[in-house]
DNA sequence: TAGATTGTTAATCGATTAACAATC
DNA sequence: TAGATTGTTAATCGATTAACAATC
């Protein structure tokens, strides 16, 4: 039974499915089941067939379910099938690091351009991406579709910027900037990288453990 | 009323707290109170009052809380004065533009050493930091004190080598590789950046909104 | 004092787990 | 067929929200 809302918990358990079936694809297996997949991802079979069962019926009973069906499936539930397009603004150090070495294509995205204020980028390649300059951003925006926006730029022009984005038309922004970016526009999405949260937990963590 | 085990969802939104409180503390506001910490963070004031509470009791009736000090003890509790000490392995790109970017001194670590095996970098400092060889980590890990180890190494190599180290008794790991690591030691905690996860999310997101 | 806001208890809501009929 | 495993409904558990006495 396909249900409307779909919660942010089970979202985020849906890329660690496509994880583990991906892996047992590539390792030749054929089938499995919510029990053998809950005991691999230390999940309960029940919240697995729970979680799967927001959006079809993907198994057999008796049988389970076929890893290469059930990996498409979800695949195409996040959109990997989908030719999204992308683009990244700030290719510092660590928008150097996600263009060299970050595997796009496996989820679905086409890195387009990317932009910079620095001269010394500026009209280079990165990883066969151009580097444009951030001026050039509007104009570029208005001749291309671009679904997501990689904001690698310092915390103090983040907001600033994504108001900018977002005037022009942008919906999706994957945020490493250490900043709680907001719109009064609901259909604007953010998801964040918070290095320094992340970190913090671990403190935590290992503090009070 | 302080409380033994808090949960998971609590404790990721104290770094929430502490970002927004260390704004508020260099715009040099002196007294919040939950409503408004609320409004600002969008969250309900009734659940930043159960948060806090898990803790301690921090504020005062008909003021609210002080700014600095509830800054102060939030970073306490997350151990930001806590010395804690760190070294990462892998300094490809990834590892190098943390290491050059990441203020890990404001959360409390400090970055003793690096480790990797291409001899192009071995020897060499990055951002101040020495590169040793990963044939060194043992001999280093005898000799020195380490609370956390960034793994920002290829995904091949991630489980064998933490495998390796908590063996020599490392208990915190921070985790840059899409692979999810585990332990039959529930004492070692490991915290993820999954990228892959992140985007994939995102993607889900825009498209079926 | 009167108004504001806390910390905490109780009520509600949502997510996870258990149970089980259906059926491959 | 017998055993296994699904999808779904019901039960439980935990997290969020509301309410309010206490008090600065």
């Known amino acids: 039974m396909k249900k409307e809302n779909i919660s942010d918990a089970v979202i985020r ?6 994880r583990q079936l991906t892996d047992l694809y590539h390792r030749g297996i054929v089938r499995t089941s919510s029990h053998s997949l809950g005991q691999e991802m230390n999940i309960t079979a029940s919240q697995i067939r729970q979680d799967f069962s927001c959006f079809g019926e993907f198994g057999q009973q008796g049988y389970g379910y076929n890893v290469e069906e059930l990996r498409s499936e979800i695949g195409h539930i996040l959109g990997v099938d989908n030719d ?12 150097r690091a996600l263009l060299n070495n970050f595997p796009f294509e496996n989820t679905g995205f086409t890195v387009d351009a990317s932009f910079d204020v620095s001269p010394d980028v500026i009209d280079t390649q990165i990883n066969g991406i151009p580097v444009y300059s951030t001026d050039e951003l509007e104009s570029y925006i208005k001749r291309h579709a671009v679904d997501v926006v990689v904001l690698t730029i310092p ?7 994504a108001n900018r984005l ?3 038309g942008i919906r999706g922004f994957w945020n490493f900037t250490n900043v709680e970016l907001s719109s009064p526009n609901p259909d604007v999405q953010f998801e964040n990288i918070h290095f320094a949260d992340s970190l913090l937990t671990l403190s935590y963590r290992i503090a009070n453990h």
């Open 155 to 161: 915390q103090a022009v983040a907001q600033a910027t």
């Open 84 to 95: 999204h397009h992308l683009i990244m603004i700030g290719v510092g150090n660590l928008g």
């Open 13 to 18: 358990r849906l890329p660690r499915y496509y």
């Open 166 to 168: 977002i005037d022009l």
